[in-house]
């Protein structure tokens, strides 16, 4: 298997992940799961079970991003730990193709389902009322930008690709970085780690809330963990590529239970003091390597592989960019378009629906020509490659 090799259970992983974060923003106008988010779930009631048991995967939608975080380090550097040169103005020219197209389609998507009215309510929860603000052309064209500003009242994933460009901007210096320590491959992963835990606590910090640059070490250090994983893709395969069924289980249970531990901990765990930091750093370590097991898995388990890979899930993860842009103003619209108080339980399943037929037709008209123009951008005569590579 070519380094370019597109891996088609990673795509699978990438789609399920999409698939619990549309889940996960389907529940939040119910105030029992959105205000969970808040604080504590009350002890001995079913919120409790799902969010601080490794139940709580069926709807961890943080946690979600952070898998398409570690994917995404994994996927852009593993095409230059061979003798592939990075043709750098040809990737940047192609990688900002690939991410402004679909999101500036999604912006205009979005903008469109504005004509259902929205009105501030006691009753909303905090996650439908940031839907309500009205959307400035000017505001909005900064955080379209996916560098500058934080506007995301029209569609609130678009923070988190606010991270995949800026780790794309900075990907030429990972590839310097990561084929320097080629031969450290373990040691890099666990500074990457490590970087991600202590990027937890600052990012905890309120005094510095409200400064985006602050999660950067926590969000980043997590395409880092990706990178350095594509550097011990071999060593992966040949080590857990022969596990057995009973094996397979416990690696897959593992994966999930080390992603979704971070809630319990932080919730449960000290409220302040040395105790707190010490909190947030195990719960960031743990859940980036939560993280990291589960592309792992993907990578190399053969029945994660096979799952993943499957006709349904495969087709999903195709589509997993198109659902996860498409599905956040759908699901607020279709809250405010039936009602708050209507929109309980039946809109879960309404929200999950649409967006999935929606993100289908997104693909065909969006993406899908925006993946073709991409093949035909060529290559750079004399363009600048990066240094070793």
């Known amino acids: 298997m070519t380094a370019t090799h597109r891996i088609d259970s990673l795509d699978g992983l990438r789609g399920v992940a999409a698939f619990i974060v549309v889940l996960h923003h389907s529940l939040m106008p119910t105030p029992s799961f959105a205000n969970i988010l808040l604080g ?32 995404s ?31 500036f389609a999604s912006y205009l998507f979005a903008m469109a389902l504005r004509i259902v009215p929205r009105e501030p309510d006691p009753s909303q929860t905090w996650w439908i009322a940031g839907h309500v603000p009205a959307a400035g052309i000017r505001d909005s064209a900064r955080t379209m930008t996916l560098v500058f500003g934080n506007n995301v009242t029209l569609d609130l994933v678009w923070w988190s690709l606010q991270w995949e460009v800026w780790f794309s901007i900075l990907l030429p210096l990972v590839v310097i970085m990561v084929r320097r320590a080629h031969r450290h491959g373990v040691v890099l992963l666990v500074c990457f780690v490590v970087a991600s835990a202590a990027g937890r606590i600052i990012s905890d910090d309120q005094t510095w809330h409200s400064v985006r640059l602050m999660k950067a070490p926590f969000y980043l250090s997590m395409f880092g963990v990706g990178s350095a994983l594509a550097l011990l893709e071999a060593p992966l395969r040949r080590h857990i590529g022969q596990l057995g069924a009973a094996a397979t289980t416990w690696c897959v249970a593992g994966a999930v239970t080390l992603l979704t531990m971070p809630a319990a901990i932080e919730a449960l765990g000290p409220s302040g003091g040395p105790g707190r930091t010490a909190a947030l750093f195990v719960s960031g370590a743990i859940g980036v390597t939560g993280a990291a097991a589960c592309l792992a898995a993907a990578l190399a388990l053969p029945a994660v592989v096979r799952a ?40 879960i399943p309404l929200g999950i629906s649409v967006s999935l037929l929606v ?20 290559h750079v005569r004399s363009a600048p490659a990066v240094p070793g590579t």
């Open 73 to 103: 380090g994994f996927v852009l550097v593993r095409p230059y730990l061979g003798e592939r040169r990075l043709d750098t103005r040809r990737y940047y020219l192609r990688r900002f193709v690939r991410l402004y197209l679909p999101v």
């Open 308 to 347: 993943l890979s499957s006709g349904p899930i495969h087709w999903l993860g195709v589509r997993s960019f198109s659902l996860y842009l498409i599905h956040d103003p759908i699901i607020a619209a279709i809250v405010f378009a039936f009602g708050l108080s209507a929109a309980t339980w039946w809109s």
């Open 359 to 378: 993100a289908a037709g997104f693909y065909r008209i969006v993406e899908a020509p925006t993946l073709a123009l991409l093949r035909r951008i060529p």
């Open 40 to 71: 504590a779930a009350p002890t001995g009631t079913a919120q409790w079970l799902v969010t601080y048991t490794p139940l709580r995967i069926v709807w961890a939608g943080p946690e979600a991003v952070w898998v398409f975080f570690v994917l």
